[in-house]
């Protein structure tokens, strides 16, 4: 045999023994970890999960883009692989554990093409293909997995961004905002435009800005809860601060960040009794009917 | 300039003068309104003025300008000037701008800035200024 092999032989020979192994694959596969901790139900669907990703890996070694994440083949099992990395990463495995995993795939297809007939030259070509193949896979794993991260953070910080910032009622014509956790351009934003149609809503004259729950006071925040507290003043409400903790008063007259003419309370409670020490103020300016 | 210039009409309510923008209003009718306003407080001696801006809702730099020199002037005429009833979106604007008029008084409702100057309002038989601390039965 001294013919040259033609171009995409390798390319052809994995994708072949892909397919005609693909049940005995497929069985071994589905007592890896990877597949065995996944789909727990029966053995069937483990075995049906790893022959879709054989098929899948053996059209993109058919169409010659064996380093292209982007390749056809991957988009069919792109779902799958985030259920099966989700799954993995729930039980507490890290991203690089789970590549790991995924690497530990190769074995069995490699051991069947060191088996396969035909010379040295293109064993080794078709090994050296599969560890290209297999390389890809992973990367294509760890990028679904990151992409599967990344959506789980935006949906969680849009779920902070409307529920942190309830505006509650706490007396006649008092409201309060317990503001909890770091306020960004973003959150003090919906907070300065929810406190303001409270305002309305309630016909407040007063309303109290309960920072107990910021972790951290710096000029970005400061201007943040300046800008509210004007805006209220604008609308008509006195706006209080309460609940800036010692670590944090200290740190803002090290900043040398002045809250101006903002009047400011230790606790929400302190803040509370002004509210109600001035509206009893303004009950006496009006001389009572009877 | 003569009073009453401006569209924008000031009612006096005995001691108060009450002035309730609507819809917009154009920079030279603001400047006129300045003129009115100055004018009607020093004719009869009035000790506030409430300027109600519930029905706008845009509030301009210039317009800012001049609402903040309206009350200047009534103060040196002896009158306190009280914003009312500005939209939350103008709030937002204004500040967002920088202007937080900081020499303006402000208030909730016509209600409110009333009482300030001593005079009631009522819309409803009970006393709206009572509520919230008395509320124990008698």
């Known amino acids: 045999m001294t013919d040259v092999p033609p171009v995409g032989t390798a390319t052809s020979v994995v994708a072949r023994l892909l397919r005609e192994k693909k049940e005995h694959i497929a069985q071994l596969w589905a007592d890896q970890p990877l597949f065995q901790a996944v789909f727990t139900v029966t053995r069937d669907e483990a075995v049906e999960a790893g022959r879709a990703v054989l098929e899948a890996l053996a059209q993109v070694a058919e169409s010659g883009r064996v380093d292209d994440i982007a390749a056809p083949g991957f988009a069919m099992i792109r779902q799958q692989l985030a259920a099966m990395s989700t799954s993995r990463t729930r039980s507490g495995l890290s991203i690089g554990q789970i590549d790991r995993e995924v690497g530990a795939l190769g074995a069995a297809p490699a051991e069947f093409l060191e088996d396969a007939s035909g010379d040295t030259d293109e064993r080794v070509r078709a090994r050296l293909l599969w560890s290209e193949l297999l390389a890809t896979l992973r990367v294509v794993v760890i990028e679904t997995a990151l992409q599967e991260n990344r959506e789980i953070v935006e949906r969680q910080r849009q779920q902070l961004l409307e529920m942190a910032t309830p505006v509650v009622k706490l007396w006649d014509r008092l409201v309060a905002v317990p503001l909890i956790g770091m306020l960004d351009s973003a959150r003090s934003q919906v907070v300065m435009e929810n406190l303001l149609e409270a305002i309305v809503e309630h016909n407040a004259t007063m309303a109290i800005l309960d920072i107990t729950g910021v972790p951290t006071v710096d000029s970005l925040v400061a201007q943040h809860l300046m800008k509210t507290v004007a805006a209220a003043r604008l609308m008509g409400a006195d706006c209080v601060i309460s609940g800036i903790r010692p670590a944090i008063a200290q740190t803002m007259v090290q900043l040398g960040l002045d809250l101006g003419p903002v009047t400011t309370r230790a606790t929400l409670a302190d803040a509370l009794e002004l509210a109600l020490e001035r509206q009893s103020e303004q009950a006496k300016g009006i001389a009572p009917r009877h | ?138």
Do not use: K, N, Y
Request: net charge negative.
């Open chain 2, 1 to 138: 300039m003569q009073p009453g210039a401006s569209s924008v009409p000031v009612l006096d309510l005995g001691g108060i003068l009450l002035i309730s923008i609507q819809g917009e209003l154009p920079d030279d009718a603001a400047v006129d309104l300045r003129t009115d306003v100055t004018l009607a407080v020093s004719e009869t001696g009035a000790r506030g003025v409430i300027i109600d801006i519930s029905g706008l809702d845009m509030v301009d730099s210039f317009l800012a300008r001049v609402l903040a020199e309206v009350a200047a002037s009534a103060r040196l005429l002896a009158a306190q000037a009280v914003l009312v009833g500005m939209r939350p979106s103008v709030a937002i604007t204004l500040v967002e701008l920088g202007l937080a008029l900081p020499g303006l008084e402000t208030s909730r409702t016509v209600i409110e800035a009333a009482s300030r100057f001593g005079v009631e309002i009522r819309d409803r038989g009970d006393q709206p200024a009572a509520r919230g601390t008395d509320r124990t039965p008698t």
